[in-house]
T-cell receptor, first 115, second 112 residues
Framework: ETGVTQTPRHLVMGMTNKKSLKCEQHLGHNAMYWYKQSAKKPLELMFVYSLEERVENNSVPSRFSPECPNSSHLFLHLHTLQPEDSALYLCASSQAYRSTNEKLFFGSGTQLSVL | QKEVEQDPGPLSVPEGAIVSLNCTYS??????FMWYRQYSRKGPELLMY????GNKEDGRFTAQVDKSSKYISLFIRDSQPSDSATYLCAMSGYNQGGKLIFGQGTELSVKP
């Protein structure tokens, strides 16, 4: 396994469901990120973890709940989502948090549809 | 005003054409400039990385930074259908604490 792996690749859920997105990085990085990508919009940074500690939460609704049990794994728990939450959710990692030449390595994303 | 502006396209060119992709930005403190390529149903991958002004070349790709105009470009020579993707610019600086700011991406289609 190399790089950043995300599961599932696709997810369809109703507004009352609870589901989780999983991310695993095999790069030995210390920082992990969740981004939301909607059509024709810039990537939106949601959460950042550095050394398993949450260091950024960018005004994300509480129906999104991140978890980082160790430096290689990151989860995004979803509950009572809204249709406007439908998007591609990308996990990324970097060597260190907020190094001035931060380079992100992304997973393939989870395409989420909320019905 | 957005910090980073990028024309979303779509941009369609014939195979073999020279492609020019561009971003403008407003924050003069940006020092690090990147281009990511994102294929359909995939995550972005880092394509080019430059620091401060100047050019950087890698095969058919050239990244150019003009800090005086707050303008960056990515040139693709001899474009191929396999170059069809969305290209995102991203940048950061010391006053951003290293936080990457992304453009919205330009969708490129290279027709055989």
């Amino acid at each position: 396994e190399t790089g950043v792996t995300q599961t599932p690749r696709h997810l369809v859920m109703g507004m009352t469901n609870k589901k989780s997105l999983k991310c695993e990085q095999h790069l030995g990085h210390n920082a992990m990120y969740w981004y939301k990508q909607s059509a024709k919009k810039p990537l939106e940074l949601m959460f950042v973890y550095s050394l398993e500690e949450r260091v950024e939460n960018n005004s994300v609704p509480s129906r999104f709940s991140p978890e980082c049990p160790n430096s290689s794994h990151l989860f995004l728990h979803l509950h009572t989502l809204q249709p406007e939450d439908s998007a591609l959710y990308l996990c990324a990692s970097s060597q260190a948090y907020r190094s001035t030449n931060e380079k992100l390595f992304f997973g393939s994303g989870t395409q989420l549809s909320v019905l | 005003q957005k910090e980073v502006e990028q024309d979303p396209g779509p941009l369609s060119v014939p195979e073999g054409a020279i492609v020019s992709l561009n971003c403008t930005y407003s924050n003069s403190a940006f020092q690090y400039f990147m281009w990511y390529r994102q294929y359909s149903r995939k995550g972005p991958e880092l394509l080019m990385y430059t620091y401060s002004s100047g050019n950087k070349e890698d095969g058919r790709f050239t990244a150019q930074v003009d800090k005086s105009s707050k303008y960056i470009s990515l040139f693709i020579r001899d474009s191929q259908p396999s170059d069809s993707a969305t290209y995102l610019c991203a940048m950061s600086g010391y006053n951003q604490g290293g936080k990457l700011i992304f453009g919205q991406g330009t969708e490129l289609s290279v027709k055989p």
